[in-house]
């Protein structure tokens, strides 16, 4: 009979529909089931968005159907449904407890999960609070580790960037400077072909520089054109001089940058040498370091900030052992807190599993809860002293929880698992279930 609740209330969750549950001679097999929304929220909201209707009295009909060909079909409130609607809808009101629940609260770190589940935000929140603490005590304790263990092989890393930065340094090259000098070297190697490209172009606008009648240059040819339009009686003509005059204003404008550009390209073999040196020093940081001068930028930024994390100095290893110790500290008050949280929680939910289990026919057992802390040796990696004494910092706090059970008066307490026999244990547990649901969100 348990058999068949529980293998009908596993396929109203929305659990895999096995043929075998089909009785033989059977084509299919139903489970139906009703299920009280209770006001709930969250499953009345899956209910709504399935497009399912809600009894006058708020409970919810669910129907699931398993054909011999290994097909199943479900429903709720007369409507066709995916089976994960039910899954979803069984996540917010029911939770099936079997013998391994029984089996894994043996485990301590299982029971010191039921207290914190029992105790709520009084525990989550100050061992939220404690995690992010140890994770960042944690990381400075590895890298003071490292830093110390490695200390010769990052101080030898630490010399080649050391190295490598002073002669980026030296050169001090400006981003995108490789590319302007390569411009420069260019043109300082052409200065003659540039030279006589700007002169006759000059000549040709400005006229030639000894001032010969027979090479006026387009100005004046523009300036004897436009006197001869002045003087014409015909309007057309007169018309037209101020155009001439417009052009020989550009034509103006052009010939004193040629002058200008003229008298910046003086040979300078000197400057040509210079530059070319420049570009030497800045190819040998590019062979080494990067493609361009960006590159070669880039890297040493990169290695300034690498250098800054390998600081092996003692004054570096004496600062980040004060930061461990700082956050030793810290994480000792926060441990402290967690534990007397779970302390409080662990005498409040111990009370509550003795008035269940005199429910049980276990009237004069008694369960007892033990909050205690973990000491270690200094040998721990992960030490902590707390109270003045080292314990163990793991992931969950420092405590080590542990149910005891005083089977009758004048019974010592003893660890449940050895106090208890296979039926008493059953009781035990179910008992501790029952408690454990009202932290829970389900109602069933």
């Known amino acids: 009979g348990k058999t068949m609740v529980v293998s009908g209330l596993h396929l109203l969750s929305g659990g895999r529909a096995e043929v075998s549950k089909v009785r033989t001679g059977m084509l299919k097999a139903f489970v ?22 809600v009894g006058e009295d708020g409970s919810v009909i669910a129907l699931r159907a398993v054909s011999v060909d290994g097909r199943s079909r479900a429903h709720l409130g007369g409507r066709s449904v995916p089976v994960g609607v039910l899954a979803d809808l069984s996540e917010q009101l029911i939770a099936v407890h079997g013998q391994n629940d029984q089996l894994r609260l043996l485990r301590p770190a299982e029971q010191r999960a039921v207290i914190d589940r029992f105790a709520g935000e009084a525990v989550t929140e100050p061992l939220e609070r404690y995690r992010a603490v140890r994770d960042e005590w944690l990381a400075v304790v590895a890298e003071l580790t490292e830093r110390s ?44 072909e540039l030279r006589s490209a700007a002169s006759a172009a000059h000549a040709a606008v400005a006229g030639s520089a000894d001032g010969d009648p027979d090479a006026p240059g387009a100005l004046g040819l523009i300036g004897e054109a436009s006197r001869h339009l002045t003087g014409s009686e015909d309007a057309v003509l007169r018309e037209l001089g101020p155009r001439l005059d ?74 980040l052992a004060k930061r461990r110790d700082e956050l030793a500290v810290t994480l000792a008050e926060h441990a402290l807190t967690l534990s007397e949280a779970r302390v409080e929680a662990a005498a409040e939910l111990a009370e509550a599993i003795t008035a269940e289990m005199s429910g049980l026919a276990m009237g004069q057992a008694e369960i007892e809860i033990t909050v205690e802390r973990r000491t270690v040796d200094e040998s721990d990696a992960h030490a902590v002293k707390v109270d003045g004494r080292l314990v ?53």
């Not at 299920?35 to 209707?53: H, M, N, P, Q």
């Not at 090259?173 to 300082?188: F, H």
């Not at 361009?292 to 003692?314: K, N, Y």
């Open 32 to 53: 139906e089931g009703r299920f009280e929304l209770g006001g709930a929220e969250g499953a009345t909201r899956i209910v709504t968005d399935a497009g399912a209707e």
């Open 149 to 192: 263990t490695r200390s010769r092989e990052m101080a030898q890393q630490a010399d080649l960037l050391r190295h490598g930065l002073a002669e980026i340094d030296a050169v001090a090259p400006e981003p995108g400077e490789d590319t302007e000098l390569t411009e420069q070297i260019k043109r300082l190697a052409a200065v003659d």
């Open 246 to 319: 417009e052009a020989s204003v550009l034509l103006s404008e052009v010939g004193t940058e040629l002058g200008s550009y003229l008298e910046t390209l003086d040979a300078d073999p000197a400057l040509l040498e210079k530059v070319l040196a420049r570009q030497a020093d800045l190819k040998r940081l590019t062979r080494k370091y990067a493609a361009d001068v960006d590159g070669v930028l880039a890297w040493a930024d990169d290695a300034r900030r690498r250098m800054s994390t390998m600081d092996t100095s003692e004054e570096a290893l004496a600062e």
């Open 392 to 444: 163990h910092a793991g992931p969950d706090g420092v405590d080590d929880v542990e149910l005891l059970l005083r089977a009758h008066n004048g019974a010592p307490p003893l660890p449940v698992h050895k106090a208890a026999s296979g039926g008493e244990l059953s009781r035990v547990m179910l008992a501790i279930e029952v408690v454990l649901a009202h932290a829970d969100t389900v109602q069933t």
